[in-house]
């Protein structure tokens, strides 16, 4: 009996990871179509809703036939699921870079122009320069590369959901140390997203360096 229940965990652990592979691989099709570009990069990036903090975008080039189970958008990972897959990311990736844009930026060019100066900048500091950008659902003004923009892209491209995850884990450590240097505000725990206590928090207290003047006008 006890063999039999055996058998059957290990039968369902089994289909478990088919139909990951099987989910990957579906993500992988993009990656497949482009391949013949050259070097495929997929770009993503986190923090566009936050009332403090940056905003920051990843770009990641995986190898050719890379496969790494369980990516996904960065946002339907648990936080150890992101972290675990950072490291893999960080380990099997060709290249890995990031673009960085904070709060005071944010504030003179708005959050989409960021969002797309991010971007840039990931790329630029990339050590392999892309043939081909997979975007997660945007076109990049003033890029000369070809690209090429998925709506949801971090469920449908292994590089854009990867891109997603390196740039999650990043912010959110960001957003943990800053927690240390502006304690009141849960920005470890909220990220700098507009939660009940973060705002309550920021009424009370009052801005403070981190905090996106032309996110917080309705509250302070």
Known sequence: MDNKKNETKEEKKRKKLEAERERIKAMSV???????YGSVCGIDEVGRGPLAGPVIAGAVILPKDCEILYLNDSKKLSE???EELYEVIMEKALA???????E???DEINILQATYEAM???IQKLEIKPDILLNDAVTIPEVSIKQVPIIKGDTKSI???????????TRDH????????YPGYGFASNKGYGTAAHIEA???????????????????
Do not use: C
Not at 30 to 36: M, Q
Not at 174 to 181: G, H, I, L
């Open 80 to 82: 150890k699921k992101r």
């Open 104 to 106: 005071t930026r944010i």
């Open 174 to 181: 960001m957003m943990v140390e800053y927690d240390k240097v």
């Open 96 to 102: 890995v870079s990031l673009g960085f844009v904070d």
């Open 30 to 36: 993009f990656e497949e179509e482009y391949a013949s």
């Open 202 to 220: 920021l009424k009370k207290n009052g801005p403070v360096q981190i905090h996106r003047r032309s996110f917080i006008k309705n509250f302070v």
């Open 120 to 122: 840039r900048e990931a």
């Open 159 to 169: 590089s854009i959901a990867a891109a997603s995850i390196v740039a999650k884990v």
